[in-house]
C-alpha cells in the first residue's frame, strides 16, 4: 500500500510571499502539506497581499517545537524554506532549531531528505554566501529568487511559476510550470 506524499513548507520574513503561495497551491493539489509561518512572514505576507488561510493545509504555529514534524521519526518527502530570509538561512547552516522552522529542516538534514532553501534577499554579503555555503555542506540545495528570461515572461505571475517550478523540480515533483530551456540556434 502505497502512502501519500508528503512535504513540509516553511515561511520565513522575507519578502516573497507569492512564491510561497504557489508552491503551497501545487502541492497541496499532490500531497499533504505542513506549513509553519514564522511571525514575521506573516506580516510580509499581509503587506504583499498574500494570504495562507484559505489552503487545504496542516499549519503548525512555529513555536510549536513537540509537532510531529519535529522528529526525525514523522516520515516527509521533503522541505522546502521560501522564501528564506538570512536569519532562516544561518540558523539552518548552523543547526541552530530554536523554531519549528529551524528544527524540521534540521530533521529534513539529519534525515537526508530533500531541502531547498529558496533565499530571498539581495545583494548578498559574506555572511550569507558563507551560511549558503554551510547550508550547501550540510546537504541542503540553497536556490535565489531568480528566475530566467528565456521563456519571455509577461506577468510576475510568469516570473513567479519559473521560480517555483525550479524548487518542485529539486523536490522530486512533477509539473508542468514555467518554460524549459530548450536551446536555442546559434
Known amino acids: 500500500m502505497s502512502r501519500r506524499k508528503e512535504f513540509v513548507v516553511g515561511v520565513s520574513g522575507a519578502s516573497g510571499a507569492p512564491y510561497a503561495r504557489r508552491l503551497l497551491e501545487v502541492l497541496a493539489d499532490e500531497a499533504t502539506v505542513h506549513l509553519v509561518v514564522t511571525k514575521q512572514a506573516r506580516a510580509i505576507a499581509t503587506h504583499e497581499g498574500v494570504r495562507y488561510d484559505d489552503l487545504d493545509v496542516i499549519v503548525h504555529p512555529d513555536s510549536d517545537l513537540a509537532a510531529a514534524i519535529a522528529s526525525g521519526s514523522h516520515r516527509s518527502d521533503g522541505m522546502a524554506v521560501v522564501p528564506c530570509s538570512t536569519k532562516t538561512l544561518a540558523s539552518i547552516a548552523h543547526g541552530l532549531s530554536a ?59 510568469d516570473l513567479v511559476e519559473m521560480v517555483v517550478g525550479r524548487v518542485l523540480d529539486h523536490l522530486g515533483v512533477e509539473h508542468a510550470l514555467g518554460p524549459r530551456w530548450e536551446g536555442y540556434d546559434a
Open 99 to 157: 523554531s519549528l522552522l529551524a528544527r524540521a529542516a534540521d530533521v529534513t538534514l539529519k534525515e537526508r531528505r530533500p531541502l531547498v532553501l529558496l533565499v530571498r534577499e539581495m545583494p548578498l554579503s559574506r555572511v550569507h554566501l558563507r551560511n549558503m555555503l554551510a547550508a550547501d555542506e550540510a546537504g541542503a540545495t540553497v536556490m535565489v529568487a531568480s528566475p530566467g528570461f528565456y521563456g519571455r515572461p509577461k506577468t510576475v505571475d
